[in-house]
T-cell receptor, first 110, second 114 residues
């Protein structure tokens, strides 16, 4: 399985944008890029996914590098509720076997 | 309206006992999973079932046996519990079809083996 690398932790101020990076230099052509987050004492929840093009949804935006070797999850205005561990995961288009790394622990300061 | 539910939420038991964790999803999904999150917070997939058939069985001791009575349920039975089994166990499900799968996770079951 292709690996991802994320910073261990990041900090943001409330109502400011947050850019969470993910490196995946060994990504294959069929790998989707998924982002999940895990709030304290909860199960992971889906944030966004993409293949090649940048993606937007109500929660976040996903910016994918042209060579697909890195991506950035963008939270446009961080709230206290966004404090969580964010996971960047690669999975082939037929795959269901998510491999979660340690993720990035995001702290949001009031 | 709970999409993926697990029972119990907490489970404290002694070494050597046998216990089960139940999972139910009301989303009409075909695929269900069990994940284990250990004390270091790493989430690892254990099993995946599609339409009641085992698809993925990662390197998990034989003491762990998933059972899927129907598409909406995937229970996890653990025999002869060991201290190292202490963890949070998450059930998840995903919709049918080819391509991308969004997984929906339950709230987790914290298992403590003493």
């Amino acid at each position: 399985d292709a690996k991802t690398t994320q910073p261990n932790s990041m900090e943001s101020n409330e109502e400011e944008p947050v850019h969470l990076p993910c490196n995946h230099s060994t990504i294959s052509g069929t790998d989707y890029i998924h982002w999940y987050r895990q709030l304290p004492s909860q199960g992971p929840e889906y944030v966004i996914h993409g293949l090649t093009s940048n993606v937007n949804n109500r929660m976040a935006s996903l910016a994918i590098a042209e060579d697909r070797k890195s991506s950035t999850l963008i939270l446009h205005r961080a709230t206290l509720r966004d404090a969580a561990v964010y996971y960047c995961i690669l999975s082939p288009n037929y795959g269901q076997n998510f491999v979660f790394g340690p993720g990035t622990r995001l702290s949001v300061l009031p | 309206d709970t999409a993926v539910s697990q029972t119990p939420k907490y489970l404290v038991t002694q070494m050597g006992n046998d216990k089960s964790i139940k999972c139910e999803q009301n989303l009409g999904h075909d695929t269900m999973y069990w994940y284990k999150q250990d004390s270091k917070k790493f989430l690892k997939i254990m099993f995946s079932y599609n339409n009641k058939e085992l698809i993925i069985n990662e390197t998990v001791p034989n003491r762990f046996s998933p059972k899927s009575p129907d598409k909406a349920h995937l229970n996890l039975h653990i025999n002869s519990l060991e201290l190292g089994d202490s963890a949070v166990y998450f059930c998840a499900s995903s919709p049918p079809g080819q391509g991308y799968y969004e997984q929906y996770f339950g709230p987790g079951t914290r298992l403590t083996v003493t």
